[in-house]
């Protein structure tokens, strides 16, 4: 086992949709150097959401290259990277690609969705047509793909392409393709499936030594091909590492354009019927559910610079009583599951000191209501109540709005370490080059 000393480096990379964005931590996990880069979106065509994974790799290579620009390369030491869950393709013997990269929004596989419903397990998070077993189903039954190899998810695709060696993923990004973290196996009922089993990869856990980089990737970066590779993760489980989260009842609200609330677990909870899945995390589970409410709403009524203003006018200690359900539009999946519920937005205030910093306010409270209920959903379910909460987001910069939310949940607020999901990448490559390695041969 080796082990890190204070001049070391290890690079996070987060591949996204749009960009991507890598972070240098030391030894003691302080950022060192950060970049990000951005490419051309996927493509849309009815229900089908496409990108040419070409994009992803020299996006990767463009922010590493310019992260050793940052620093001094020699101290770089293994690297890790997290992308997003249910991205999926096939590649040939050589990692080459054979189709697009079917993004983790895409629904095609309408039908495949349909025809799995009653033959996987109800609870299996490879239920939907945006699954990847639903993707995988579909590119089955395409023509021409003889030469199919490796199904591989976005991760896993990449990692490949850094080490040569492709058919690894880790047991997160593979949870919508139907692998069973628990058991720690692809499920036996798998095997019914009309599904090349020799397609799947070997499921390994994030974080975990793999090996090093190509040579001649080594040389395309600038770095040493002693430089570790380590077994990654997905965007959002990323995320939740880098805020520091990593004992039983530790939770993370993310008050973005969705409301979303997550909290770690001593054993996994899974309710699809709120699009509750667990993901392991070590030796606990990741247990969260997304509201449909969130900052999307607040944008409907006003614009940043408003928001920013209105905020000192806000009386957290007085709450305004007005019992809003804030929506962007009908429809909530948690911590209610009502397809058809309508927004809850009315009366709005017309009269008072200032009716429009009431309005913010009650539907700040709306908001931190729902955060409330999902947690209560959450414990209802057999996750715990949180012990300690963090908030990432835009929303977390709103002082009156984490008043509002500390005087409701009564839950001890601890700041995140990091808000990039980078940074948890690094973590992982971090915890790779530290922990135990095959034993060669």
Avoid at 209 to 223: C, K
Wanted: with cysteine.
């Amino acid at each position: 086992m080796s082990k890190a000393d204070d001049s070391d480096l290890f690079v996070g990379v987060d591949v996204g949709t749009s960009g991507c964005r890598a972070i240098a931590l030391d030894s003691a996990l302080q950022v060192h150097a950060e970049t990000h880069t951005h490419w051309s979106p996927a493509t849309h065509q009815d229900n089908r959401v496409e990108q040419d994974p070409d994009i992803w790799w020299q996006g990767l290579l463009t922010c590493v290259r310019d992260l050793g620009q940052q620093t001094h390369v020699k101290r770089i030491q293994a690297l890790a990277l997290d992308a997003t869950s249910g991205s999926v393709l096939l590649a040939d013997a050589q990692g080459k690609p054979l189709t697009a990269g079917l993004m983790y929004n895409d629904q095609r596989a309408v039908e495949e969705a349909a025809w799995l419903h009653p033959r996987i397990p109800a609870q299996s998070a490879a239920q939907g047509a945006s699954s990847g077993l639903a993707k995988l189903l579909w590119l089955a039954r395409q023509p021409n793909l003889e030469s199919a190899h490796y199904f591989l998810h976005q991760a896993d695709w990449l990692l490949g392409r850094l080490t040569g060696r492709f058919g690894v993923s880790d047991y997160n990004n593979t949870l919508k393709t139907g692998y069973d973290p628990t058991a720690g196996c692809w499920p036996d009922w798998l095997r019914e499936l009309p599904v090349p089993r020799h397609w799947l990869p070997d499921v390994r856990p994030p974080g975990e030594w793999f090996t090093t980089l190509d040579a001649h990737v080594a040389a395309q970066l600038g770095l040493s091909e002693k430089v570790g590779v380590v077994t990654g993760t997905t965007d959002s489980t990323a995320a939740f590492l880098a805020t520091g989260a990593d004992h039983a009842g530790d939770a993370v609200t993310s008050l973005g354009s969705t409301l979303v609330v997550k909290v770690l677990s001593e054993v996994p909870v899974v309710a699809p019927e709120y699009g509750i899945y667990s993901h392991r995390f070590d030796d606990l589970w990741l247990v969260g559910g997304a509201s449909n409410s969130g900052g999307a709403v607040l944008q409907q009524f006003f614009t940043p610079q408003q928001m920013q203003q209105l905020t000192p006018l806000l009386q957290p200690e007085t709450p305004t009583a007005l019992d809003y359900y804030p929506l962007p539009a009908p429809g909530e999946r948690f911590p209610i599951n009502a397809p058809d519920m309508p927004p809850r937005l009315t009366p709005r205030p017309d009269s008072g000191p200032n009716p429009d910093a009431e309005f913010f306010q009650g539907l700040l409270e709306g908001m931190a209501r729902i955060e409330y209920t999902g947690y209560q959903r959450l414990a209802e379910l057999g996750a715990p109540w949180p012990s300690r909460l963090r908030t990432v987001g835009g929303g977390s910069k709103n002082p009156a709005w984490t008043q509002i939310r500390q005087g409701l949940l009564g839950i001890p607020m601890c700041k995140a370490r990091s808000t990039q999901a980078a940074f948890g990448a690094a973590m992982l490559a971090w915890r790779g080059f530290n922990g135990p390695r095959p034993t060669p041969g």
